[in-house]
């Protein structure tokens, strides 16, 4: 399967333009922003667990990165609130589940082979540190080689100057809405934008972002865009 696959568009996809579609796991359904592969895949989803659902053991080849949206995710390492951030590295495996119930987005194979290191943080806990321009606030989750990702909390009426990005920018809206000047985009919406891309972000009523840059291809040929 071949959805959103070509890393040299731009994509912008709406919270409510999507079904949820069933997994080969009782009670466990998805959101597909992208995919490019059968049930292994690099892919991007909203994953949701009914209570009592999980999956069977499997290993993560290329990793995952997850941020649980709300309930309670848990596997052999333990159980995770809404806000925890958790990265399993290439070669890890896990059989996870919920007892009573989550929501997670979640990545899939898109980590960098070499990055060992695995990741739990509780986003409510930790510590947030002032952005580069007033009104921002930035909590680092991720960093290996090119590849960042953090939480970014927009305070209303923050904007940030125009920037490029290279190896390219993802952006998942957690809360409020995000803006730039191609849109608007509320509380769901998932975007990506290609390797040198360039826009001029900004916040009217303030909002909180999960972003990973400098992961896409420099030279994106891609699959089919679907």
Excluded at 124 to 136: N, Q
Aim: with cysteine; hydrophobic share 35%.
């Amino acid at each position: 399967m071949q959805l959103h696959s070509d890393f040299s568009q731009r994509v912008v996809v709406e919270p409510t333009s999507l079904e949820w579609v069933d997994s080969p796991s009782s009670g466990i359904q998805r959101k597909l922003l992208e995919r490019d592969g059968g049930e292994v895949a690099r892919a991007t989803s909203i994953v949701r667990y009914a209570a009592g659902a999980a999956f069977a053991s499997h290993q993560h080849d290329l990793g995952e990165e997850i941020l649980v949206l709300d309930g309670v995710f848990s596997d052999e390492s333990g159980s995770f609130g809404p806000g925890t951030y958790i990265k399993n590295p290439p070669g890890s495996s896990h059989a996870p589940g919920s007892v009573t119930g989550c929501t997670l987005f979640v990545k899939l194979r898109h980590l960098d082979p070499a990055d060992s290191q695995r990741s739990v943080i509780d986003t409510r806990k930790a510590a947030w540190f002032a952005g580069m321009v007033p009104g921002l606030s930035v909590l680092p989750l991720s960093e290996f080689g090119a590849q960042h990702t953090a939480l970014v909390r927009w305070a209303p009426g923050t904007q940030f100057t125009a920037h490029r990005h290279h190896g390219g920018e993802e952006i998942y809206v957690v809360e409020g809405v995000f803006e730039d000047e191609f849109g608007r985009y509320p509380a769901g919406t998932w975007m990506r934008s290609p390797h040198l891309s360039a826009h001029r972000p900004f916040s009217k009523e303030g909002c909180t972002i999960l972003v990973k840059t400098g992961h896409l291809p420099e030279h994106a040929t891609g699959g089919r865009a679907a």
